[in-house]
């Protein structure tokens, strides 16, 4: 799970992001040599950066897509660490989310269940990775442990597997999650603002293919 193309050494880690020596280079599964900077899901730069470097926020903003646009569910983890301080999985499991989430502007559409959905990761996070979000993928040694880690977090269904399967993919190199990348366009082929537009005015015309599909059926 290394990706080459850069002199950065970074641990990919749900809790810190910190460097790391060449000694654990050799000896952590989820040391790699590249992050990107940013995941241009969102329209606030210090979110982008957030969930590109903390693992523990990329899953928080995948299990906050639903029913709201890709730019408010990824913008969510900035907010909720904002208001709470942390976005560790100990303190997330831990706390009560629920005020976080309804304070105004709230983080969500639907407050309350997303912070219980929250809180149910935070929890499976910690006890099944020990609080190392990044886990979830640095474990897998293949793409069937891959997609069966995924599938166990508390929310994610085969939409999700195979967009954060793609991300992981095409945005961060993960070798293993290759075979979850699905034919059709992801979140994993957003690489700039204008690739997230194109993406969503792409979504937008399959859904209204798709409804007037059914409807004719």
């Given at each position: 799970m290394r990706i080459?193309?850069?002199?950065?050494?970074?641990?990919?880690?749900g809790r810190t992001g910190l460097r790391v020596?060449?000694?654990?280079r050799r000896t952590r599964k989820d040391t790699i040599e590249f992050l990107p900077d940013r995941l241009y899901f969102t329209d606030s730069d210090e979110a982008n950066e957030l969930i590109a470097t903390d693992p523990m926020a990329l899953l928080v903003g995948f299990a906050l897509d639903q029913q709201v646009p890709v730019q408010k569910a990824f913008s969510g983890p900035l907010v909720l660490k904002?208001?709470?301080?942390t976005l560790d999985?100990?303190?997330?499991?831990?706390?009560?989310?629920?005020?976080?989430?309804?304070e105004r502007p709230a983080i969500h559409r639907f407050p309350g269940s997303m912070a219980q959905r929250v809180h149910d990761l935070a929890v499976f996070v910690r006890d099944?990775?020990?609080?190392?979000?990044?886990r979830v993928w640095a474990d897998a040694g293949n793409s069937d442990e891959l997609r069966a880690n995924i599938e166990s977090l508390p929310g994610f269904g085969e939409m999700k597997v195979k967009?954060?399967?793609?991300?992981l993919a095409k945005r961060f190199g993960v070798d293993v999650?290759?075979?979850l990348v699905p034919p059709?366009?992801?979140?994993?082929?957003v690489d700039s603002p204008q690739a997230l537009a194109d993406y969503q005015a792409a979504k937008r015309a399959h859904k209204a293919e798709w409804s007037k599909a059914r409807a004719a059926g």
């Open positions: 080459r193309g850069t002199r950065r050494l970074v641990c990919l880690s020596t060449r000694a654990q904002e208001r709470l301080g999985p100990e303190a997330l499991a831990t706390a009560d989310l629920e005020p976080s989430f309804r099944r990775f020990d609080g190392d979000a990044a967009a954060l399967g793609a991300v999650a290759r075979g059709h366009p992801t979140l994993g082929d």
